[in-house]
């Protein structure tokens, strides 16, 4: 979002942006992880004890 200012008031509209924060955010950390772990270890993990 960014603040435009419009004669006596502020505006608030939306950024002129192609990607949001969580999509950078997403596109720094992809293909960042290396924790060895296969994704059936990993949602085993997740999961816990039945």
Known sequence: MEFVLRGNAVQLVR?????????????????RGTS??????IMELLRGED
């Not at 060895?36 to 270890?41: A, I, K």
């Open 15 to 31: 950024a002129k942006s192609n990607r949001s924060h969580g999509r950078q955010a997403a596109a720094r950390l992809r293909g």
């Open 36 to 41: 060895g772990m296969s994704t059936d270890e």
